[in-house]
């Protein structure tokens, strides 16, 4: 620890010097996953690559992160969070530099792999440095200051990137990256130290000899085999052999992990965390949360743009409202929470949620645009009230010396149940279209929209598409009901964790 770092950390203000490295990896890895998807038709064009094969860059950073938050959040545990964080950024940065100067597709493949690793570990710590820096009875406020520092990225990144895209071309926009990732990595080796010593510190007495490699082995392997069938689930059929094949190996993975977990001296994660309510009925709801929330985000742009006919930078614009409530819900919910507990405010958000998505079970093919609006408004309300205090309920029950593996499992619940909704959001969309004899394309609507003219083929169209929204977003009403469930019939958190310390 250098001596600045033990002046900052003597600083009664260090949690707010945490705050402002935490917050600023959160807002630049956000940018960059933003930044990516937008890039993406520049990037095959450039590159002389069809879109489904560029699609792989968003796809093998998704997979590499979810794969790995679990490992790095033990190695972190037994390592320490400043260590695995710094690292992290370097790797982030580094992948980013590498992007920058890719000349050919399989090159900026392997930059979005490194990024990947790099971001899991980022993300792997980014809470759990957050809830160590903050008082016990402020960790709530924290969580919340983090998730409204993913919302700051999520509503000021793609206008970023975008501008740059447009002005110095998408290489730029890693360029750009790039530099903040250095000074990101100068302002972390200087602010964050470790608050629990290696004493303390658990399964860390024989070092790297203790870790869990089987463990880390069949959870990677479980994450990246479910979540590759659930990607093509619905692209390749899901009687196909090769998606049935993926899940039972992803099965027989997964239990070969519980296996594993319960014997081992050193495991990844000690699964009797799941026998406290608290803890196993907060993940059950967070994960529901996001598998019914996630489609309205995926779906509701080509609902926008190609059934109502509104410009994208119009369309944009009626989604904003969602991340900018999370700003401001985010933290605002974390600080009431830490006064009243953190059961109910949770149980509001989730009703929220709910609301929000019964708004767009209303939506027509006609619908005015700001309906659009108002449901997103209500949904990033819903999200930002409920994962502050459900985070905070999750992470406390785990323990200090828990908090980097299970900050891991709350980021790879949101991943999963993220591409789980969108899975199963598709599926039944397109099963929708086709059952009324359509194609499941929506792209001669841009043409005859743009003119202003509806054919009544198009019209039929439009509908067999808002049919199939109306089934996704009332199945994401059960989910999110669900999950609100889930939250009212757990205990209030107690005040401190629970007398029986895991593993």
Known sequence: MT???????????????????VGAAAFITVSDQTGTTLALPRIAH??????????WMYLIYTLFISALLLPMGRLSDMLGRRRIYTTGLVVFTCGAALAYF??????????KAIQGVGVA???ANGMALMAEAFPKKQRGTALGLYMAGIGTGAVSGPVISGIMIDAWGWRSLYLFITLVGVAEIVLSTCVIRDLVSSRDRMGNSNGLKSFDWVGAILSAGTLVLFLLSMTYGHRLGWSHHLVLMGFSFAALFLAGFIVRELKSQDSMIDLTLFKVPVFSLGIAARFLAFISGSPVYFLMPFYVIQVLGVSASRAAFFMLPAPIMMIITSPLSGRFSDKVGTK??????????????????????????AIVSVGMLLLGAGNGIFSSPNTAAVMTVAGDKHYGVVAALVNMVRTSGNLTGIAIGTTILVTTMTSMGFEPSLSSLMETNGAGIRTLESIELMGSFVKGLHLVFILGVCFSTCAAAFTTFRPELQQHPPATEPK
Request: net charge neutral; proline share 7%; with cysteine.
């Open 121 to 123: 570990m980022i993300q």
């Open 102 to 111: 890719a000349g050919q597709l399989p090159l900026l493949l392997t930059a």
């Open 344 to 369: 109910w405010p949770s149980v509001t958000g989730l009703c929220l949620w709910s609301t929000a998505l019964i708004v767009f079970t209303r939506l027509e093919i006609d619908s005015n645009p």
């Open 3 to 21: 001596n600045i770092t033990r002046r900052i950390a003597a600083n009664p203000s260090y949690k707010w010097w945490v705050y402002s490295s």
């Open 46 to 55: 450039e590159l002389n690559a069809d879109i489904p094969t560029v699609q």
